[in-house]
């Protein structure tokens, strides 16, 4: 039996995190991504949470209390969008992963959800954020307001890397809906150089 994009997404990343990594969750939702890398980076790692809403923090915060992991995170109030504006520049380039999981929170607002505009921004200063050999993991939910005009922004970003420079997988079932959510794994193997900025953009 396939498994669940979410188990997928955690098997990928799981793969290449280690004891003293800096990780990202840069759409906290319930904290069970960010749990996980807490999980994973150990007690000499770090983990910097992202949402927008306080109560998407709150219930993260409480999840890290109970398992014992509150002291390896940051949980910053802000959209994905701003990870350059609150990622110290001294950790630039050596984030060894960033987690996704789009939409609206779970048993939250619905009327809240992530955007084209600011996913897309997200996701070029994550990638830009990773060192070599770093991975990012998108779960991605075409059934969402306006995720449809997101998703397809997605795999057109994604498409255009070069494979020196990333590798880009899709993850999905074929005998399911259109608007199933599906997975974006990427992993980078070069930082872009100046004349490729475009892929930044």
Not at 44 to 61: C, K, M, N, P, S
Not at 120 to 127: E, P
């Amino acid at each position: 039996m396939l498994e669940t994009v979410t188990y997928i997404a955690q098997l990928f990343i799981g793969q290449v995190l280690n004891e003293g990594d800096i990780a990202i969750d840069a759409t906290a939702g319930n904290g069970k991504d960010t749990v996980f890398l807490a999980e994973h980076v150990g007690e000499t790692g770090h983990v910097y949470a992202f949402d927008i809403q306080e109560i998407a923090l709150e219930r993260t915060r409480r999840l890290l209390e109970e398992f014992r992991l509150h002291h390896r995170c940051t949980l910053i109030r802000s959209c994905h969008s701003k990870l350059l504006d609150h990622i110290p520049a001294s950790l630039h380039k050596h984030i060894r992963a960033v987690m996704f999981n789009l939409g609206y929170l779970p048993g939250g607002d619905r009327s809240i959800t992530t955007d084209v505009e600011t996913t897309m921004a997200a996701v070029r200063s994550a990638f830009h954020l990773l060192n070599v050999g770093g991975r990012i993991s998108i779960v991605v939910y075409p059934g969402h307001p306006a995720g449809t005009e997101e998703s397809e922004a997605l795999i057109h970003w994604s498409r255009r890397f070069p494979r020196d420079i990333a590798i880009a997988v899709q993850y999905r079932r074929l005998n399911s809906s259109d608007r199933s959510p599906y997975l974006i794994l990427i992993e980078k193997r070069r930082d872009v150089p100046a004349s490729g900025s475009e892929f930044l953009r």
